[in-house]
């Protein structure tokens, strides 16, 4: 079955900052954001009826999100996605067509958690290949996507192995895939990627807290 992907919305709606933390959104992006912290995670107890959405990949790691439970998460993303794309993106590329560019990114989401293949015409063929390492080097720079080197102990070995490709947000992800609820991470065949979308968040999240990049 496809999966249906709610997309855009009017410029005129979208905030002009990100949500959580009154900065532009290529200026913040995903990994600068703290995630809320979970006592039900960290006390070990039975799950909270207020955090029945926490440690879930679709809520994704946006504290706003946490703070105000009125909020509609795709809502909340679509208003980022619009930002990004339709007012910071053109300050750092020239997007011939934004629809080319949605279609990038969704199909980056589609395959978030899987090796890279830059050259692989059938995920992102809007637009040709310099073009789409261009907007992946943008994706990656302003903290929307990040690539994993593979480890080995050959330094060289891992200079030519594909990395794997995230996003830094399972919540963002999720709303890019078409997931808004529990019920569709579970009929999902992408539901083993999101969750390890959500652990390489948290973990990067954790490094960059921490002060280890």
């Known amino acids: 079955m496809p999966i249906a992907v709610a997309m855009g919305g009017s410029s005129s709606r979208a905030p002009s900052v990100c949500p959580s933390c009154d900065r532009s959104p290529i200026h913040c992006g995903p990994r600068r954001h703290r995630r809320a ?73 589609l395959r978030s958690a899987q090796l890279l293949n830059r050259t692989d015409s059938r995920a992102t063929s809007v637009s040709p290949v310099p073009r789409r390492l261009a907007w992946l080097a943008v994706l990656d720079a302003s903290g929307q996507v990040a690539l994993l080197e593979p480890w080995f102990g050959s330094r060289a070995k891992s200079l030519v192995k594909a990395p794997k490709l995230y996003l830094r947000d399972s919540g963002l992800c999720s709303f890019l895939v078409g997931i808004r609820r529990e019920a569709d991470l579970a009929a999902s065949p992408l539901a083993g990627a999101l969750w390890e979308t959500l652990v390489f968040g948290e973990i990067r999240r954790l490094q960059v807290n921490a002060g280890g990049g």
């Open 37 to 109: 912290r979970n006592p039900v995670l960290e006390r070990g107890e039975g799950r909270d009826p207020r955090h029945a959405d926490r440690g879930v990949p679709h809520k994704g790691g946006f504290p706003e999100l946490y703070e105000k439970p009125e909020l509609d998460a795709a809502a909340f993303y679509r208003s980022y996605v619009t930002t990004y794309l339709e007012r910071d993106l053109r300050q750092l590329l020239q997007v011939n067509s934004l629809r080319d560019f949605e279609r990038f990114i969704r199909a980056c989401a």
